[in-house]
């Protein structure tokens, strides 16, 4: 089993500021089983990034997706109010999914 | 763009089951991929199993083999998760969600999207 891990597990970060998130993985992974979601409280996750570095439908462009092999990086360019929230990575392999802890970015 | 619509909250007992149905619009329930994962209270994302549509029958993850059961019904496009043996540590919150596959293949597109809006299922004796 793949195992993901993400960092740093907290970022306190001011609107405007960039953020940039971690997720290493055990072994390699495919960038095209490579995804991003955003989880706020009390909701279901949604999907950001997909295929390592391709944005959903309807995601704003400030969010960008990079990396391969072990390691990949999800930025979000200018943070706005509503991007503090929970980000998860996920990849799949041998018929088996698995996501990272996570990554809580909150007001500094 | 196909909607999940997850059954609402459940509250049962140890040792006992649960019975999860997440209705889709749109197409046939059983062409699309639909996968169930679980998120215990503060954390994170855990897949139990899901559908091949190529298949035509589920994968589970080897944790919950034996457990967890993935079925469908074509004539109400639901699809349903059922888990058994519950236990205090079965508290969680369950999603279905849609993981598209290639035609005739076993390999899916590597995301989940849409999702239910999640069903809080909570063991208590």
């Known amino acids: 089993e793949i195992v993901l891990t993400q960092s740093p597990g907290t970022l306190s970060l001011s609107p405007g500021e960039r953020a940039t998130l971690s997720c290493r993985a055990s072994?390699?992974?495919?960038?095209?089983?490579l995804a991003w979601y955003q989880q706020k409280p009390g909701q279901a996750p949604r999907l950001l990034i997909f295929?390592?570095?391709t944005r959903a439908a309807g995601i704003p462009d400030r969010f960008s997706g990079s990396g391969s092999g072990t390691d990949f990086t999800l930025t979000i360019s200018r943070l706005e109010p509503e991007d503090f929230a929970v980000y998860y990575c996920?990849?799949?392999?041998?018929?088996?999914?698995?996501f990272g802890q996570g990554t809580k970015v909150e007001i500094k | 763009q196909v909607q999940l619509v997850q059954s609402g909250t459940e509250v049962k007992k140890p040792g006992s089951s649960v019975k999860v149905s997440c209705k889709a619009s749109?197409?046939?329930?059983?062409?699309?991929?639909i996968s169930w994962l679980r998120q215990a209270p503060g954390q994170g994302l855990e897949w139990m199993g899901g559908?091949?549509?190529?298949?035509?029958?589920?994968k589970y993850a080897q944790k919950f083999q034996g457990r967890v059961t993935i079925t469908s019904d074509e004539s109400t496009s639901t699809a349903y998760m059922e888990l058994g043996s519950l236990r205090f540590e079965d508290s969680a919150v369950y999603f279905c969600?849609?993981?598209?596959?290639?035609?005739?293949?076993?390999?899916?597109?590597?995301?989940?999207?849409?999702w239910g809006q999640g069903t809080l299922v909570t063991v208590s004796s």
């Open positions: 996920q990849q799949y392999d041998s018929s088996l999914w698995t």
């Open positions: 559908f091949i549509p190529m298949l035509g029958t589920a």
């Open positions: 072994q390699s992974v495919s960038s095209t089983f």
């Open positions: 295929g390592a570095s």
């Open positions: 969600a849609k993981a598209s596959y290639y035609y005739g293949s076993e390999t899916p597109y590597g995301w989940f999207d849409p």
């Open positions: 749109g197409r046939s329930v059983n062409s699309y991929g």
